[in-house]
């Protein structure tokens, strides 16, 4: 209770000049080669290629310049990495110029080319989250359209033996499953299918909740929907005042969710430095619509600016069904350590 007081007093006094984002995306590119339906990318028209060379730089420039202390970067917003056959030059050149930030990167590992998967280990990650979602190749088929769950498990034993025999032991493999109607049943299965990975140093495997994306897309398939929630009462969202993502377009926005730029606060090319970006009018008008609870519509639709009170025995029994061996509180994942778990 009390940090929960502490934390609204934070949002309700939030300097942008004196607070820098403790997490950045950077889309890298913003192309996938799955459809997955829980995946508010495959709904949007606004589909996006890979990060210009200039873009990328000029985040990475801004940052090391203005946030040399940033605490996580994470290399996805809604693209699959290994589609660009040069991420680790990308990467590599961002890990020279910030040594102390922790490199993350979410990954499906879907495509049969071991020789891209193996470049994972190179550039200098310190986490690789990879989201199978599935635990046999029908229940894949059905949540990571156009991939395949033999070559998925076969990237990854490839990768993690690859990182034995490099010994990167310091890059953390954690493999997941994000729960779903499909999924949440079959959590066991799931451990069980993938249970090798624990034979491996420095892996997990662990659980996640599938979130509403904010209404992005259909509700039916995800466990926490705001528009289910039969009694609820609205709550400031933190991420606005701890984010920043910047598409593969340039486009920064305040929420990594945020598939078709609702929450855009400005251009990373034409707008000023990134530390202007987040400091900007726009910016902080958002910001002061979450404290008056009355955000951007994106935000109204979202489970995270909800509190669920809907009693227990009216929420959807399925879920009081489901086995967690390590239920990963937030969904922004990828600085994961035990500390943001329920075990
Ligand atoms: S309420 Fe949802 S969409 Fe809005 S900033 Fe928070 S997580 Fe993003």
């Excluded at 997490?23 to 192309?31: D, L, P, R, S």
């Excluded at 990060?51 to 203005?66: A, H, L, Q, Y």
């Excluded at 990308?90 to 071991?114: C, D, M, Y």
């Excluded at 029994?317 to 075990?343: A, E, P, Q, T």
């Amino acid at each position: 209770m009390i940090a929960k007081l502490k934390r609204l007093q934070q949002y309700y006094s939030f300097n942008p000049k004196t607070t820098p984002p403790q997490k950045v995306f950077v889309e890298i590119t913003g192309a996938c080669n799955l459809r997955c339906p829980l995946c508010p990318r495959t709904y949007s028209n606004n589909k996006r290629g890979n990060m210009p060379k200039e873009v990328f730089e000029k985040v990475i420039v801004d940052i090391t310049r203005d946030y040399p202390d940033l605490k996580l970067l994470g290399f996805h917003m809604f693209g699959e990495i290994t589609m660009r056959n040069d991420f680790d030059v990308f990467v590599s050149w961002a890990r020279q110029k910030l040594p102390n930030t922790h490199f993350g990167i979410s990954t499906t590992v879907s495509l049969e080319k071991k020789e891209v998967v193996a470049k994972l280990l190179l550039p200098g990650f310190d986490s690789i989250g990879i989201w199978p979602d599935g635990f046999s190749n029908d229940s894949y088929a059905k949540i990571r359209t156009g991939g395949s769950f033999t070559t998925v498990k076969d990237n990854i034993r490839f990768l993690l033996e690859e990182r034995d025999r490099l010994k990167k032991f310091d890059v953390a493999v954690h493999v997941g499953i994000i729960k779903n109607m499909v999924n949440q049943d079959s959590t066991d299965k799931f451990y069980e299918s993938f249970q090798f990975v624990e034979k491996f140093k420095n892996t997990s495997l662990v659980t996640v909740d599938s979130i509403d994306w904010a209404g992005q897309v259909p509700a039916e398939n995800v466990l926490h929907a705001a528009k289910d929630y039969i009694l609820k009462i609205p709550k400031p969202c933190s991420i606005p005042f701890e984010m920043l993502a910047v598409s593969a377009t340039g486009d920064a926005t305040l929420c990594c969710i945020d598939m078709n730029l609702e929450l855009k606060i400005g251009n990373i090319m034409s707008d000023g430095s990134i530390s202007q970006i987040w400091a900007s009018e726009r910016a902080e008008a958002i910001r002061s619509s979450m404290k008056r609870l009355s955000p951007p519509v994106l935000c109204k639709k979202c489970h995270s600016f909800y509190k669920d009170l809907t009693p227990w025995p009216l929420r959807n029994r399925k879920r009081l069904k489901i086995k967690n061996r390590h239920l990963i509180k937030s969904f922004f994942v990828d600085g994961l350590n035990r500390k943001n778990m329920f075990l």
